[in-house]
């Protein structure tokens, strides 16, 4: 008979005394979004952020 731990927030199988990364990963993936995604502040439209130019549709708002 396994036994194991399963994480209340994931509910991931754990070996015994194996903590759950499960919290980390969450954090990393929103910092992730909260850097990558802004609304557009008029249309209220979600827009990736790539290198600190904001991309709205298909037109970059600094291109030349």
Not at 13 to 40: A, M, V, Y
Request: charged share 25%; aromatic share 10%.
């Amino acid at each position: 008979m396994a036994y194991y731990n399963t994480c209340p927030l994931c509910g991931s199988n754990l070996d015994p005394g194996e903590p759950c990364d499960c919290g980390e990963k969450r954090e990393k993936q929103n910092e992730f979004f909260n850097r990558h995604l802004n609304t557009e502040p008029v249309i209220g439209q979600m827009a990736f952020t790539f290198d600190g130019k904001e991309v709205s549709g298909y037109v970059e708002k600094d291109a030349c």
